[in-house]
T-cell receptor
Framework: AQSVTQLGSHVSVSEGALVLLRCNYSSSVPPYLFWYVQYPNQGLQLLLKYTSAATLVKGINGFEAEFKKSETSFHLTKPSAHMSDAAEYFCAVRKQGGSEKLVFGKGMKLTVNP | DTGVSQDPRHKITKRGQNVTFRCDPISEHNRLYWYRQTLGQGPEFLTYFQNEAQLEKSRLLSDRFSAERPKGSFSTLEIQRTEQGDSAMYLC?????????????FGPGTRLTVL
């Protein structure tokens, strides 16, 4: 079965600092991987997805993530945090060639300090 | 196109009552998904439809839960004899269903509180 682990529940950075949100996955077959963002009182929005093409994936709002098979990781980064990045971020995995369901991590709340 | 919509946005009910939620997907999306999100957790998959066919159900979906998508457009999720443990945010998502890795677009959710 697929799963993702997001260690910790909260990250705080200063405006302009690097954002790094960690995600490790467990899957018996090569997975598809996703990062979603959830702003207060809004639905989940897709930031980016890995579909076994390029290992470095660029998404919206300046975010990117790198798939590292050797480390079973798919960490999300942004070089310079903006106040508007404050939200909750979820990593998710889906089995290739199998079920359409997404399996989400517990999420990480990002706070951006001025 | 205004995205995935869900109704109601909030529902408070007493234990033992039945509740029904509605989801309207993005038009022309043939796949529709239901997830449940409890406080401090990520969304958990409940079920999904391709058109009107229910293709997969999670073990989380006990016999008190039933979902339908009768005409392949909107969907309803009914919970019978609600329990306090059913309190959660119920999320609906839809995707176009090309057979590739389609994006699932999420609605704002229905927050259920069972007293």
């Amino acid at each position: 079965a697929q799963s993702v682990t997001q260690l910790g529940s909260h990250v705080s950075v200063s405006e302009g600092a690097l954002v790094l949100l960690r995600c490790n996955y467990s899957s018996s077959v090569p997975p598809y991987l996703f990062w979603y963002v959830q702003y207060p009182n809004q639905g989940l929005q897709l930031l980016l997805k890995y579909t076994s093409a390029a290992t470095l994936v660029k998404g919206i709002n300046g975010f990117e993530a790198e798939f590292k098979k050797s480390e079973t990781s798919f960490h999300l980064t942004k070089p310079s945090a903006h106040m508007s990045d404050a939200a909750e971020y979820f990593c998710a995995v889906r089995k290739q060639g199998g079920s359409e369901k997404l399996v989400f991590g517990k999420g990480m709340k990002l706070t951006v300090n001025p | 196109d205004t995205g995935v919509s869900q109704d109601p946005r909030h529902k408070i009910t007493k234990r033992g009552q039945n509740v029904t939620f509605r989801c309207d997907p993005i038009s022309e999306h043939n796949r529709l998904y239901w997830y449940r999100q409890t406080l401090g957790q990520g969304p958990e998959f409940l079920t999904y439809f391709q058109n009107e066919a229910q293709l997969e159900k999670s073990r989380l979906l006990s016999d008190r839960f039933s979902a339908e998508r009768p005409k392949g457009s909107f969907s309803t999720l009914e919970i019978q004899r609600t329990e306090q443990g059913d309190s959660a945010m119920y999320l609906c998502a839809s995707s176009i269903g090309t057979g590739g890795v389609d994006e699932q677009f999420f609605g704002p959710g229905t927050r259920l509180t069972v007293l």
